[in-house]
């Protein structure tokens, strides 16, 4: 089966500019989750989707944010407008069931770059 | 807050070697697992470990859970170069449905 598929790879954008990444789930699983990396630190935990449901959005940092999940298949995370501390890599991962039981599949990531 | 804390932060050793990672976290768990990345590429999932396991072996992975000092190990046996990566431990807390990763240790296997 083909795996989650995150685009773009890589992003360069200007502070304060819009950019949307995108992330197609493995197909049939319900469950989509955003992490992002920062440089040099842990990886975070953003939000998880139930199907086109948001579950939590506990990690999301601020309202610069914008995840949505329409028809429960793939999702974008749109950041409007981007600061420099938006850099890093976003992951993306899904899992049919409970992911956190069995483990996740995740994307390659987006490295994203605000200069 | 960060829920899991890598040791070493780097690991440099010769082909053939054993290398050892180790994670600590803070609070009760479900589960740990452990998460490695390649330059470039997204995150594997290597194996997992339930809160009532104590040990557990993948190939030549083998992880240990102690969660009375709430840490645990990954061992990998007769590294290789292609095991050049980062290492992420992360655990799921008792209750919650999400994972919660540490800062990872940069293992590099020399040929």
């Known amino acids: 089966e083909a795996g989650v598929t995150q685009f773009p790879s890589h992003s360069v954008i200007e502070k304060g500019q819009t950019v949307t990444l995108r992330c197609d789930p493995i197909?049939?699983?319900?469950?989509l989750y955003w992490y992002r990396r920062v440089m040099g630190k842990e990886i975070k935990f953003l939000l998880h989707f139930v199907k086109e449901s948001k579950q939590d959005e506990s990690g999301m940092p601020n309202n610069r944010f914008l995840a949505e999940r329409t028809g429960g298949t793939y999702s974008t995370l749109k950041v409007q407008p981007a600061e420099l501390e938006d850099s890093g890599v976003y992951f993306c991962?899904?899992?049919?069931?409970?992911?956190?039981?069995?483990?996740?599949?995740f994307g390659s990531g987006t490295r994203l770059t605000v200069v | 807050s960060q829920q899991g804390e890598e040791d070493p932060q780097a690991l440099s050793i010769q082909e053939g070697e054993n290398a050892t990672m180790n994670c600590s976290y803070k609070?009760?768990?479900?589960?740990l697992q452990w998460y490695r990345q390649n330059s470039g590429r997204g995150l594997v999932h290597l194996i997992l470990i339930r809160s009532n396991e104590r040990e557990k072996h993948s190939g030549r992975l083998r992880v240990t859970l102690d969660t009375s000092k709430k840490s645990s190990s990954l061992l990998i046996t007769a590294s290789r170069a292609a095991d050049t990566a980062s290492y992420f431990c992360?655990?799921?807390?008792?209750?919650?449905?999400?994972?919660?990763f540490g800062t990872g240790t940069r293992l590099t296997v020399i040929p």
């Open positions: 197909s049939g699983h319900d469950n």
């Open positions: 609070t009760s768990i479900n589960n």
């Open positions: 992360a655990t799921v807390e008792t209750g919650a449905n999400n994972l919660f």
């Open positions: 991962a899904s899992s049919q069931n409970r992911g956190v039981d069995y483990g996740y599949t």
